[in-house]
């Protein structure tokens, strides 16, 4: 009698311990098993502590080029217009201005022509190989290429080489309250959602005391299971015991 008194108040005792850590366990795997249906796999994390965690160095925001009254921004492989993303360029933005009442955008691999809200209007491909500045000359786009420049022909959509002196437009400072909030929501580079709820589940989102932790909670819930059992065959004994006497 006295050992499953004991075995039950050590049973509330592990319980009561670990009931937080088990709650987490459990949701963390819940969320796990349904992060692909919600997209947790390609959705990024924006938080510079997680970035620690990791020890993954957070790019800071510091550059753009402007166009009228706004901003063209990299982050990433995105393009932002202000604080909204716009487009992807896997290349890297080379230059934008605005343009015939559009904002046109150089990518390595495309010229992206939106509105003034960031809606894309049209994408331009083929450009000349290797482009990697923009500039205005006479209201017309012009791309420098590899060996040449070359001047945007709307009507065609075509490239034409050119020559000629050419002012690049430069990659310029940030305004500084665009800047803070910018890199307020700097996506971590290569961290999901789902990575996060994964190490958090397993601990090493905290390292080896986190994995440790984890560990310990598995084996008390071991022991949970087994002082349950035990505590409900010792009851049923008893039962029987009576019943019989």
């Not at 959705?43 to 402007?66: D, K, M, N, Q, R």
């Not at 022509?113 to 786009?141: F, H, M, N, W, Y």
């Not at 012009?142 to 050419?166: E, F, I, K, P, Q």
Request: with cysteine; proline share 4%; net charge neutral.
């Amino acid at each position: 009698m006295q050992r499953l008194v004991w075995w039950i108040q050590w049973h509330r005792r592990i319980g009561a311990a670990i009931a937080v850590l088990v709650f987490l366990l459990a949701a963390t795997g819940i969320l796990i098993n349904h992060s692909q249906q919600m997209g947790w796999h390609q959705a990024p994390v924006y938080s510079a502590t997680l970035a620690s965690l990791y020890h993954i160095p957070l790019p800071a925001l510091e550059s753009g080029f402007p166009a009228g009254e706004h901003w063209v921004v990299q982050q990433g492989q995105q393009v932002l217009l202000d604080r909204q993303v716009v487009a992807e360029c896997s290349g890297g933005v080379q230059g934008a201005t605005l343009w015939q009442d559009m904002i046109a955008v150089l990518c390595s691999d495309a010229l992206l022509l939106l509105d003034a809200q960031g809606q894309l209007i049209e994408t331009v491909r083929g450009l000349p190989e290797s482009v990697s500045a923009l500039a205005l000359d006479g209201g017309k786009l012009v791309a420098r290429g590899a060996t040449a420049n070359h001047v945007y022909a709307d009507d065609t959509g075509a490239w034409a080489a050119t020559s000629g002196a050419l002012q690049w437009l430069p990659v310029q400072a940030l305004p500084a309250e665009l800047k803070t909030e910018l890199n307020a929501h700097n996506p971590v580079p290569g961290l999901t959602r789902e990575r996060v709820l994964l190490d958090l589940h397993s601990g090493r989102l905290f390292g080896d005391v986190g994995v440790l932790v984890v560990d310990i909670v598995g084996v008390l819930i071991c022991l949970l299971a087994f002082s349950g059992a035990l505590t409900w065959v010792g009851r049923y004994y008893r039962k029987f015991r009576r019943r019989h006497h």
